[in-house]
């Protein structure tokens, strides 16, 4: 059974860092892209970031790049997202998502989802 | 990239069915087959629905149905049960090898 677990979040004040971890279980981690999904409260879902199975193609939305960093260490099954320059609009619950496949040409779906993390940005 | 568009609201009565869009251009929807849509009930996690356009995972009910036409996704749920009343996602695939959600549909089982 594919289980994901995230930790991490809490609350962090606007141009600080946060640094986020989901560990993966139930399937061939290094096989699987993953991803990162937030959604604000009472919003939508909104995309962050992916990373491919081998952790050599990245991708990031337009409102994170820069600021956000997606790694993975393989070896212990677990996904990372370093969050610096926090912003108020960063503020959500933090999602990780596995995807189908190995993720060589960017993120198309997202099969099993963890029960979020919550980051509040504030001072 | 802009969210895909999704109606607000659909409404039904149980045993009916219920068709949910969500529209988008060339350079996702339109161009790709990788349209997925997401159930998400209160305070849960969102779990995958229907992944490349028409394609159910394991274990969900043959009710559910996706379809494509140009630039606009379709979700159908039929015979409308109590249990399918959430909200509902739609995404995509994008020509920059990113991804974009719908601004989501509150079903209600009336």
């Known amino acids: 059974e594919v289980h994901l677990l995230e930790s991490g979040g809490g609350l962090g004040q606007p141009g600080r860092s946060l640094r986020l971890s989901c560990v993966a279980s139930?399937?061939?981690?290094?096989?699987?892209?993953m991803s990162w999904v937030r959604q604000a409260p009472g919003k939508g879902l909104e995309w962050v970031s992916s990373?491919?199975?081998?952790?050599?193609?990245?991708y990031y939305a337009g409102s994170v790049k820069g600021r956000f960093t997606i790694s993975r260490d393989n070896s212990k099954s677990t996904l990372s997202l370093q969050m610096n320059s926090l912003r108020v609009e960063d503020t959500a619950v933090y999602y990780c998502?596995?995807?189908?496949?190995?993720?060589?040409?960017?993120?198309?779906?997202?099969?099993?989802w963890g029960q979020g993390t919550l980051v509040t940005v504030s001072s | 990239q802009s969210a895909l568009t999704q109606p607000a609201s659909v409404s039904g009565s149980p045993g009916q069915s219920i068709t949910i869009s969500c529209t988008g251009s060339?350079?996702?929807?339109?161009?790709?087959?990788?349209v997925s849509w997401y159930q998400q009930h209160p305070g849960k996690a969102p779990k995958l629905m229907i992944y490349?356009?028409?394609i159910r995972p394991s274990g969900v009910s043959d009710r559910f149905s996706g379809s494509k036409s140009g630039y606009t996704a379709s979700l159908t749920i039929s015979g409308l049960q109590a249990e399918d009343e959430a909200d509902y996602y739609c995404?995509?695939?994008?020509?920059?090898?990113?991804?974009?959600f719908g601004t989501g549909t509150k079903v209600t089982v009336l």
């Open positions: 998502a596995k995807e189908p496949d190995n993720g060589d040409y960017g993120p198309r779906s997202f099969d099993f």
């Open positions: 060339s350079n996702d929807v339109g161009g790709y087959k990788y």
């Open positions: 139930g399937f061939t981690f290094r096989t699987h892209a």
């Open positions: 990373i491919s199975g081998s952790g050599g193609s990245k």
């Open positions: 490349e356009v028409n």
């Open positions: 995404s995509s695939y994008t020509s920059t090898s990113t991804h974009v």
